[in-house]
């Protein structure tokens, strides 16, 4: 297993990461085209949206460009522009790429990080979908990553349904999309938190995500694995409440003991581990009991394809 942050790192990363609930009409996407900025200052801030540099802007009064207006975009006159950094913060033990979020919502709370909100929201969505180019640093990821919840508003959240994607580079505008797996049920959601990361904290030089048009739509098929591979994947408990999984694959056993690795919210891989033995294809354990609470993304690269899974640990 990977070394993981820093405790100073991992609060400060815990703290720009979490949102507090933001007074906007559900059922929308606030400036989901990026269209909107406010001049504050020496800075713009993205309406709508929360970033490192809105964090930062409490206590300095100009951007350090973690999320930045581009005017190259795929429709309208802007995109947003995530780029990470390599900034020493006072106090912080850390000297790397710092990455860069934005997150739906308006602000949050310094003085109760662990009350993460979003916005309202009480609808089902089957899929997210976006346009963006990318450009990576050699072991760098990026990622976006969605989750309804109901109830108290805490930092693991009441998961409802959650979905994300790893994002592989690209040097022109495509469209991407996930879909939003839901627990069984017919809860009705109350609360959306949809955001995307650029920066695994670990890399060596800068990369550079542009996002454009966000929407919700339909279920997808997805470009990355095929239906039948994903389904062959079975992950149980999830959520999780002790962090512990296993993983199984009665159809195909090269899916689940294929060499996996986990990243967490903000795109920092947390676990990797090499190829399993064959036995286990009917229950191998994965262990991330030392995690935070929040959403998680496994990844098995597997001799057909990538198989990934949204993991939940409450």
């Known amino acids: 297993m990977l070394t993981s942050p820093k405790p100073a790192m991992k609060k ?45 802007a409490t206590q300095l009064p100009f951007s350090l460009g973690f999320a930045t207006k581009s005017t190259d975009r795929h429709a309208g006159n802007f995109a947003v522009q995530l780029q990470s950094k390599q900034i020493a913060f006072p106090g912080l033990p850390f000297t790397g790429y710092v990455p860069s979020v934005v997150f739906v919502g308006s602000k949050i709370d310094p003085q ?41 508003r805490t930092a693991q959240g009441n998961f409802i349904g959650t979905g994300g994607l790893d994002l592989p580079a690209r040097s022109t505008f495509g469209q991407a999309a996930y879909n939003i797996e839901y627990e069984p049920g017919t809860l009705t959601p109350d609360t959306l938190r949809l955001g995307f ?36 994947l079975s992950v149980y408990p999830n959520p999780s409440s002790t962090g512990e999984f296993a993983l199984a694959s009665l159809d195909n056993p090269a899916v689940a003991t294929a060499p996996l690795s986990v990243t967490d919210a903000l795109g920092r891989e947390v676990y990797r581990e090499g190829a399993a033995p064959r036995g286990l294809y009917n ?3 994965l262990r991330l009991q030392n995690q935070q609470p929040g959403m998680y993304l496994l990844r098995l690269e597997t001799p057909a394809g990538t198989v990934t899974r949204r993991l939940v640990i409450r």
Do not use: C, H, M
């Open 283 to 285: 229950g191998r354990a």
């Open 197 to 232: 990361v650029v920066g695994t904290g670990n890399a060596t030089a800068s990369s550079t995500l542009i996002v454009d048009e966000v929407t919700f739509g339909s279920r997808v098929t997805s470009n990355k694995q095929s239906a039948a591979l994903a389904a062959a």
């Open 12 to 56: 400060f990363l815990l703290l720009f990461g979490l949102l507090a609930p933001a007074a906007l009409q559900a059922q929308t996407l606030p400036n989901n085209g990026f269209e909107n900025w406010t001049t504050s200052g020496l800075r713009e801030s993205l309406n709508g949206w929360y970033s490192l540099d809105d964090l930062v």
């Open 112 to 152: 109760n990080p662990e009350t993460a909100g979003g916005i309202p929201f009480t609808s089902r969505p089957g899929s997210v979908r976006f346009w963006y180019k990318l450009t990576l640093a050699p072991n760098d990821s990026a990622a976006a990553l969605a989750a309804l919840s109901r109830g108290p």
